[in-house]
């Protein structure tokens, strides 16, 4: 897939500066998705700013999926445009790929592949060269404590260790955005907490971090969240400019308000 | 985390009896030592409770704590290898045909027919336990007109939130006295959580128990009693407000403008016990309960945080549980 073995990094196109001087990873702007004559995104408008953890909540139904998947490069619009690491999503989706990383609960390491087996499977679609995978593969289980684990099939693994892991991997190749869909899904709530310290890991090293989640206290942890409802953004602000607007406690009332309101 | 706050009083009329809350009432549900493994993985280990007639009881933990073992024990799908459980008296091996007839179960994975309709399935449902939906009806009837205009739909053609409602009516057309809910509000959104909580509200007040599992600490406080359960063994039982009473550490609530930043210098203080995010504020115990909020406040305000608060705070469920864990 990848022809030139030093990666994108060096062909990545410039990213637009927003009003405030960050720089513009995601560039939403009257997207539009259909299917048959149901609306499933509708005029969205949004820009993700580089460092930035962006929470993209959503009742069930709302658009959220959808959304995702054509920021991802796996599904197209209807009309509007958006760029994504700089690249448009209707030109250059394989580029877009290259320069994000994706987790889902359900979908994201091999089961039956050993952690060794799975990190050189994504390092060889990712176009990491052998010497360079070797070495961040130790730094990956050193840091996350896993260097026992290393022939361990995926399958056998803890839950929690298994999300750790996911999450790792999707960053393994640097890429500028990583999409968590529903990622603390099932674990105690202490691997919970713990999972947010790698996020967060990741943000300060710039990695922007775009998350779904039905836990509203996990709303508070993103700079910026937007709501969606019946496919529109409904909302989107820092968590404390959403509960002042929406006179709310906690981003469980301003969930609440939002999506309970307009039906 | 107070998702599910809106309900405020948790209990029913007369279920606030201490004979209740004590556990002490007519055992509806009762589960005497039960273990149950799969080869080398121990899922359930000596686990005792016991459910009234008429509560709402709630199962709590995470992933691998153990809850589908057990309901599917209680269910009749699973022989345990040790100990004894009873549902009104019947025994789960000797009487499954019984309990079979006496419960409704929605497992936690959609497992109604995704080829037939919304109709066809609520149709089989009542053919199978030799009942009819007009029989039946007002028991399903809120949660029923909700999908109703969808009845031609193919069950597999519905949204989570149909399917979830759909599933529920199926369990409830045999009009059983107790009802076992496996995770039913996983990987929903809030609103449709809140308002699934409602549905068994009415449940209850119907007069059927309710055995319900979740990973979401938040929806312990809507039960009357639940057990907190870990990697198969269980942690605590007894009412959600017992549980928070019987917290005794000193916790506090903190938050700074740079909140990444304060948790990393809590956990680098020496006094310091644990530091957790909680929505907008650290939830933080000290060493001891002797460590005071102005020691936290003036070892942060010389690390330079803005916007500083700190005061005292009751625990969650969540913070019991927390607690708990690391015991």
């Known amino acids: ?263 | 985390m107070n998702t599910l706050k809106l309900i405020n009083n948790p209990l029913q009329p007369g279920s606030e009896s201490p004979l209740l809350r004590r556990g002490l009432g007519e055992a509806f549900i009762s589960i005497q030592h039960i273990s149950k493994s799969y080869g080398d993985v121990q899922a359930i280990s000596d686990i005792s409770l016991e459910v009234q007639k008429g509560e709402l009881f709630g199962l709590i933990g995470p992933d691998g704590a153990g809850k589908t073992t057990l309901m599917r024990i209680l269910m009749t799908l699973l022989i345990q290898d040790k100990g004894s459980a009873t549902m009104n008296g019947f025994d789960v091996i000797k009487d499954y045909k019984k309990i079979r007839n006496m419960v409704g179960y929605m497992p936690g994975r959609f497992s109604l027919y995704q080829d037939l309709t919304v109709e066809e399935n609520l149709n089989f449902f009542a053919t199978v336990f030799k009942t009819t939906v007009a029989e039946n009806y007002e028991l399903i009837r809120d949660i029923y007109v909700q999908i109703e205009p969808f009845k031609n739909r193919l069950a597999g053609k519905l949204s989570g939130g149909m399917k979830q409602k759909l599933a529920l009516s199926c369990a409830l057309i045999h009009k059983p006295e107790i009802l076992i809910l496996d995770e039913p509000t996983t990987g929903v959104d809030a609103v449709s959580r809140k308002e699934f909580w409602e549905m068994l509200k009415n449940l209850q007040q119907k007069g059927i128990t309710i055995l319900v599992s979740t990973p979401y600490m938040d929806e312990a406080t809507l039960c009357n009693r639940v057990a907190l359960m870990q990697k198969g063994k269980v942690l605590d039982i007894d009412t959600p407000a017992k549980l928070v009473e019987n917290y005794t550490r000193k916790l506090y609530a903190i938050r700074s403008n740079d909140m990444h930043r304060l948790i990393m210098d809590l956990r680098l203080y020496e006094k310091t016990d644990s530091a957790y995010a909680f929505g907008q504020y650290l939830h933080v115990t000290g060493k001891d309960d002797e460590v005071e909020a102005t020691e936290f406040e003036n070892f942060l305000m010389k690390k330079d945080h803005e916007n500083l608060e700190v005061f005292d705070i009751q625990p969650t469920i969540e913070d019991v549980f927390m607690n708990m864990m690391n015991e």
């Open chain 1, 1 to 263: 897939m990848s022809k030139n073995k030093s990666q994108d990094t060096g062909f990545l196109p410039p990213l637009s500066e927003g009003a405030g001087g960050g720089l513009k990873v995601i560039e939403v702007h009257n997207l539009v998705k259909k299917f048959g004559s149901f609306v499933a995104n509708d005029h969205l408008n949004f820009d993700v700013y580089q460092g930035e953890i962006f929470g993209f909540l959503g009742a069930n139904g709302a658009g959220k999926t959808t959304a995702m998947k054509i920021l991802c490069g796996l599904s197209s619009p209807t009309s509007g445009e958006a760029k994504v690491a700089g690249f448009d999503i209707y030109k250059e989706t394989e580029k877009i790929k290259r320069n994000i990383g994706y987790m889902s609960q359900k979908f994201s390491l091999y089961e039956d592949l050993t952690v060794a087996e799975n990190i050189r499977f994504f390092s060889g679609v990712y176009g990491i060269s052998p010497a360079d995978r070797k070495e961040k593969q130790d730094k990956l289980l050193k840091d996350l404590g896993l260097e026992s684990a290393k022939d361990s099939l995926i399958g056998s693994l803890p839950l929690g260790w298994k999300q750790k892991l996911a999450f790792s991997v999707a960053i393994f190749h640097e890429p500028k955005i990583v999409f968590l869909d529903e990622p603390t899904g099932g674990v105690d709530p202490i691997t919970r907490r713990k999972f947010w310290d790698l996020i967060y890991e990741a943000a300060d090293r710039g990695i922007t971090v775009f998350v779904t989640t039905h836990y509203m206290d996990e709303a508070e942890y993103c700079n910026r969240v937007s709501i969606m409802n019946a496919g529109r953004i409904e909302a989107l602000d820092t968590p404390k400019n959403l509960k002042k607007q929406y006179s709310a406690k906690n981003m469980d009332e301003v969930f609440l308000k939002i999506a309970r309101n307009t039906e």
